[in-house]
């Protein structure tokens, strides 16, 4: 592959997620898939260098271009619906929910199939990156319903990080918030986005999860937006969240 070192590089994922196709983290798995193509050629190692002047990218065999406009969007995902742009399965994602967009936007991270509320969309790669990258110390908050009453002991575990899988979560923030005779509700904040966290850390202290929700990503709030519905963040917004993430720890 010929480049002019004259003319803009990228990383082949990095180039992915400019172009909205996903963020960087998934824009890898895309390309291990051999989905991607340069000049013809099937690029199946993230990390290979592309010429975005002279180079022609091609995703399924459809060409790709940087985006020149970014968007950010604020959604309350119902249960039901898979954080992702497509399912090979044809199970409803969360684009279905998003009518006659103009643009192309892929959801920042992911809520479970079951899990409802907010989840932003972008096309901003380097901003999703930051906001799904547990180095960047992004808060998530959920509001979690367990089943039972967990004790302190049980609470502080999830507060100084649990076992899970082989892996040690990091330290969480633990408030209850309600309970009722057979339920209690905790509001719960992490910096990570490890797969079925909530309800894998849940399991871990013996209280399984009935209903989950997330509520804010950094300083956006899902606030009262309803349902099924999406906005756009203000350019208020956009700016807190940028300034949000923390510096990448070394």
């Known amino acids: 592959m010929k480049t002019d070192s004259k003319n803009l590089k990228l990383r082949l994922e990095k180039f992915l997620s400019e172009a909205g196709v996903a963020s960087r983290r998934h824009a890898k798995q895309i390309i291990s898939a051999g989905r991607v ?5 099937k690029i199946f190692i993230p990390g290979t260098h592309i010429n975005v002047d002279t180079d022609v990218i091609k ?3 459809k060409p790709l271009c940087l985006v020149k406009k970014k968007v950010y969007l604020a959604l309350n995902k ?4 898979l954080s992702t742009v497509n399912d090979e399965r044809n199970r409803p994602t969360v684009l279905h929910l998003l009518h006659n967009l103009p643009f192309r936007v892929y959801p920042v991270g992911r809520l479970d199939f079951d899990t409802e509320g907010l989840l932003l969309l972008t096309n901003d790669g ?3 990156h930051k906001i799904t990258h547990p180095r960047y110390h992004v808060d998530k908050v ?7 009453h967990p004790d302190e002991t049980a609470l502080e575990k999830l507060r100084r990080g649990i076992r899970i899988e082989g892996d040690v979560t990091a330290p969480a923030k633990v408030i209850v918030s309600k309970r009722t005779n057979a339920h209690t509700c905790l509001k719960i904040t992490i910096h990570e986005g490890k797969k079925r ?7 871990a202290i013996g209280h399984e999860v009935q209903y989950l929700k997330r509520i804010q990503i950094g300083p956006i709030k899902l606030g009262n937006l309803r349902v099924g519905r999406y906005r756009r ?9 940028k300034n949000f993430s923390r510096i990448e720890m070394q």
């Open 233 to 241: 963040l203000s350019s208020k917004e956009v700016k807190a969240l």
């Open 142 to 148: 959920y509001i979690a319903w367990v089943k039972g």
């Open 197 to 203: 966290q909530i309800k894998k850390m849940c399991r």
């Open 59 to 61: 995703l399924d065999g």
């Open 37 to 41: 193509t340069v000049n013809e050629e």
């Open 126 to 128: 380097e901003l999703a």
């Open 78 to 81: 119902p249960a039901g619906y």
